[in-house]
């Protein structure tokens, strides 16, 4: 019998990229105004309204380009023109309907866990562009469920976990944030592996747990998953 | 025993007043561009960029939004001022702050079902807007569970009922959509209530059932869902 009833992923930047899809737009959205600013002070400013727009817009792509939108008119003075507003309403669009770029190992290693446990994402973001996502993926027959959440935080994960009837410490969170994918889990007794991914949003930082609790782990990338969990359901930990 | 094992309701229009809000935006918008159109011309135009955009964006407030700016930029060729747009973003902030206005039978009925059945919840839209306002509403306590989904597809009925173990066939859909909380439901076997609300969106018109199937029923308004639960419960269809 396993130690785990339950394993679940992080989606974005955890099995597909994500965060580059933001990179690049806000690339572009510091090129529309860089007659005006220079471009750090434009990402510094975009991600101020972010933080502040969160209460309303929440996470995601849409509320990204309404934050995009607000920051331009407030760097500019009203002064950003009507095709440049179009350029960042066509940037959300496009990253929208981008093609999922599945990370290096996430097919085979998803693949070959599913045989053995049962996997669900849980992720945060838009609904449907999490559903879309997860659709174009070619995933989703490995996962049991999907549970899109607004905030990943311990009260949300024990939503999950009763309506699931999967007691903490055996349940187990594999992801790339530690504010969202490991501490929430940890605080609820479950255990969580921690991914660091190259890019990963300022807002998601936290410091890792030091010195590392039970039920900490942490990997260089996916590839090395099957061995943690061979370690962890032969006792070790 | 009761006949049903799941009994839900849609939340917007159904529960809690929603289009009025749509409604008050988009005369704001109107007014806004009236010195460029006339408001039906608005109006028309807007519906068809916010069907366009329903690929991309979906359902909600955001998705409104970033219609509203963009059918704003097509409709004045680019002139549309920065203050203008200001006010749709501002506009949009408003609609997901408003207090949540109960409709008038809503509280007390949905709190006596509660203790005779199972309730829950299903509505589509926003996942963080949904969740807020069902905060604001004060009758989460009443509902197992609340269920966004970016659809509302018999698919999508489909697997919630599955993962509740709950047979289509005692299972009740309340809401005031047709094309949402009607139809899906009677063709998966299920039964549902139809109480139409004054303010339709045209996306979620369609046809009511004729004859009408089994399964089917319309109310004027959700005082009158306990006598036909009671007619249900004892045999009457």
Known sequence: MSRFDL??????????????LFLEAQAKFKALLSRFHPPEWVAARLYETEMRNMQHFGYGIKAFALSMIETALDL?????????????????????????????HARPIVASLSSRYDLMVITKGDLRDQHA????????????HVEVVSEKTP???EAILRRN???????LMVGNSLRSDVLPVLALGGMAVYVPHPLT???EAADAPDPAPRGYFEI???AALPALLDRLETGGD
């Open 76 to 104: 500019t003075e009203d002064r950003i023109s009507g095709a440049d507003l179009r350029a960042i309403i066509d940037a959300a669009k496009a990253m929208l309907a981008a093609d999922v770029r599945l990370l290096e």
């Open 220 to 222: 260089t990338d996916l």
């Open 7 to 20: 394993i679940a992923f992080d989606a974005d930047d955890t099995l597909w990229e994500n965060e580059h």
């Open 155 to 157: 009260a949300a994960y």
């Open 165 to 171: 009837r999967v007691a903490p410490e055996r349940f």
């Open 201 to 203: 949003w300022a807002h």
């Open 133 to 144: 996502k997860m659709g174009r993926s070619g995933l989703s027959t490995h996962f049991g």
